[in-house]
């Protein structure tokens, strides 16, 4: 973690402790505690447990980055009661609004001090203690949801057969550091919208700077989940968000002119009503990490080369292939060897005497070229350039297919591009989304903030993600990078699985 970031956190911690002390001096000499040390962040929340006879280790607790945070309400509750304050008013009010409460408190209430055996007396309504029981169980499951791992559903056959539609998993937010909510003003366990409707489900009031702490780079290989890239702006209707993309449905209405399709868009609202999402509350994807900052990464016939070296195929990836047998498949053959459902038209397909296509994994291609009963296993590819306007355009100026595609650089912080008319296609989302920044292409001239330049240094790191179900996922090969703010996190177990029952076999399964 920066330097900086150390020093802001325990500068909040320390505000947060000290902002009270106008109010809480005069009532610390009605508790018989010299007015001085109220002034004294931490040896003031200190004097509040001695005097309230409560455990003085919570007030090491609140050295521990952002959990103090929620550690020092409780203290000033505890303190409250001294002074006679019980209701559930006083504190909300002391735990949210500590630095105007204190001084109310004192100098307009001026309570009495009760001391701590009068408040041992007090015995709350037991609705108090189903509140103060249901508060402390959300605000503990939300610092585990954003600090340590969070649940997710698989909700695609993108990552099949690694992942399987209904899986339910842990991904771990430890793995490459948690990051700070940029959107902190939200409704607890909810991601952007609330249950049942399409209003958002958090408050862009409060916006904070990207911060990732303990930050580590995710690896290649990797099971990533993340925040769709190009989830910013949706069509906030069910059947678009990020299933059929903003920037996808702009090229389809405008037969490849982007700017005309917003412009229809826009002009009719109530067709195509628009959300906006901040980058921690678009949708969350997960892929494979293929490709890391400043890595090349390019398709030559369905195989994955990063730095001209070929990458193995995870073992459970699907791909369709064209087999050949030199006698028809048994169907029961089939599902014993090779785990295909030859009766399953997902998966299965006979395309005429001996010859199949088959939705296959890594593995059992390898089972299957191996097989005396198989004459030849080859990819089913995607040769013909595509003009499908579910791709950015600098894939259909390239030509480029799902199979054949690149080679394009992953961009690296602090690595320099030089602009021109090819890198700018590429990554001129990258610079004015993601980073940021005014980029104009005016007279053969580049203009970023104002200023004619020919090059650009990033300041990000970004990746490329990839579906394990290569044919049947939509991922950086159409939309591009994902630069590092959006990562969440890394898929680490497999907890439940369903499908129209338990599949028990996947029951606490780690993700490779």
């Known amino acids: 973690m920066p330097l900086h970031q150390v020093f802001i956190i325990y500068l909040i911690g320390t505000l947060i402790v000290f902002l009270p002390s106008f109010g809480l001096a005069k009532l610390f000499v009605k508790a018989g505690i010299p007015s001085?040390?109220?002034?004294?962040?931490?040896?003031?929340?200190?004097?509040?447990?001695?005097?309230?006879?409560?455990?003085?280790?919570?007030?090491?607790?609140?050295?521990?980055?952002?959990?103090?945070?929620?550690?020092?309400?409780?203290?000033?509750?505890?303190?409250?009661?001294?002074?006679?304050?019980?209701?559930?008013?006083?504190?909300?009010?002391?735990?949210?609004?500590a630095p105007f409460y204190f001084p109310y408190l004192a100098y307009k209430e001026d309570p009495k001090f009760i001391g701590p055996e009068a408040v041992k007396k007090y015995k709350k309504k037991h609705w108090r203690e189903w509140v103060d029981a249901a508060i402390f169980a959300v605000v503990a499951a939300t610092l585990i949801r954003t600090f340590v791992?969070?649940?997710?559903?698989?909700?695609?056959?993108?990552?099949?057969?690694?992942?399987?539609?209904?899986?339910?998993?842990?991904?771990?937010?430890?793995?490459?550091?948690?990051?700070?909510?940029?959107?902190?003003?939200?409704?607890?366990?909810?991601?952007?919208?609330?249950?049942?409707?399409s209003r958002k489900s958090y408050s862009t009031a409060i916006q904070l700077p990207y911060t990732r702490w303990f930050k580590k780079a995710p690896k290649r290989g990797d099971v990533v989940v993340f925040n769709f890239p190009a989830g910013d702006t949706v069509i906030n209707r069910p059947d678009y968000q990020s299933k059929h993309p903003y920037y996808q449905l702009c090229r389809e209405l405008g037969n490849g002119n982007a700017d005309l399709g917003r412009q229809i868009i826009l002009n009719d609202p109530v067709?195509?009503?628009?959300?906006?999402?901040?980058?921690?509350?678009?949708?969350?994807?997960?892929?494979?990490?293929?490709?890391?900052?400043?890595?090349?990464?390019?398709?030559?016939?369905?195989?994955?080369?990063?730095?001209?070296?070929?990458?193995?195929?995870?073992?459970?990836?699907?791909?369709?292939?064209?087999?050949?047998?030199?006698?028809?498949?048994?169907?029961?053959?089939?599902?014993?060897?090779?785990?295909?459902?030859?009766?399953?038209?997902?998966?299965?397909?006979?395309?005429?005497?001996?010859?199949?296509?088959?939705?296959?994994?890594?593995?059992?291609?390898?089972?299957?070229?191996?097989?005396?009963?198989?004459?030849?296993?080859?990819?089913?590819?995607?040769?013909?350039?595509?003009?499908?306007?579910?791709?950015?355009?600098?894939?259909?100026?390239?030509?480029?297919?799902?199979?054949?595609?690149?080679?394009?650089?992953?961009?690296?912080?602090?690595?320099?591009?030089?602009?021109?008319?090819?890198?700018?296609?590429?990554?001129?989302?990258?610079?004015?989304?993601?980073?940021?920044?005014?980029?104009?292409?005016?007279?053969?001239?580049?203009?970023?903030?104002?200023?004619?330049?020919?090059q650009y240094t990033f300041k990000l790191n970004y990746y490329w993600m990839m579906g394990d179900n290569r044919h049947e996922s939509q991922d950086s090969r159409f939309w591009g990078f994902v630069p590092e703010d959006r990562i969440v996190g890394k898929a680490w177990m497999i907890w439940f699985s369903w499908d129209g029952g338990p599949r028990w076999k996947r029951f606490f399964k780690i993700v490779k």
Request: with cysteine; proline share 7%; net charge positive.
């Open 149 to 197: 791992f969070e649940a997710y559903t698989i909700p695609t056959g993108s990552m099949e057969k690694t992942l399987l539609v209904r899986d339910f998993l842990f991904v771990s937010k430890l793995s490459y550091g948690p990051r700070i909510p940029v959107t902190p003003l939200s409704v607890p366990f909810v991601h952007n919208y609330l249950p049942g409707g």
């Open 271 to 454: 067709q195509y009503p628009l959300a906006i999402h901040p980058i921690d509350k678009t949708d969350n994807y997960i892929k494979r990490c293929v490709a890391v900052s400043g890595d090349t990464v390019q398709i030559i016939r369905s195989d994955v080369y990063v730095n001209g070296e070929k990458q193995k195929l995870p073992a459970n990836s699907e791909m369709n292939y064209m087999v050949v047998s030199k006698q028809p498949l048994d169907a029961d053959f089939a599902k014993a060897e090779f785990g295909i459902d030859i009766y399953n038209p997902e998966e299965s397909m006979a395309v005429s005497g001996n010859r199949y296509q088959f939705l296959l994994t890594a593995k059992a291609v390898e089972k299957m070229k191996n097989s005396p009963i198989i004459q030849s296993v080859q990819p089913v590819l995607d040769t013909v350039p595509s003009y499908s306007p579910a791709f950015e355009e600098y894939v259909i100026k390239n030509k480029w297919t799902v199979d054949n595609y690149g080679p394009i650089w992953i961009p690296k912080k602090g690595s320099t591009l030089q602009l021109n008319d090819s890198t700018y296609s590429i990554y001129q989302r990258a610079i004015r989304v993601y980073e940021h920044n005014k980029l104009e292409y005016r007279n053969g001239k580049f203009y970023i903030n104002d200023k004619e330049t020919n």
């Open 36 to 97: 001085w040390k109220a002034y004294v962040p931490f040896y003031n929340t200190w004097m509040m447990q001695e005097v309230a006879k409560r455990p003085k280790h919570w007030v090491f607790w609140q050295l521990i980055p952002v959990v103090g945070w929620f550690i020092t309400p409780g203290i000033f509750i505890e303190f409250v009661k001294l002074f006679g304050k019980f209701g559930f008013g006083h504190h909300t009010a002391v735990s949210l609004l």
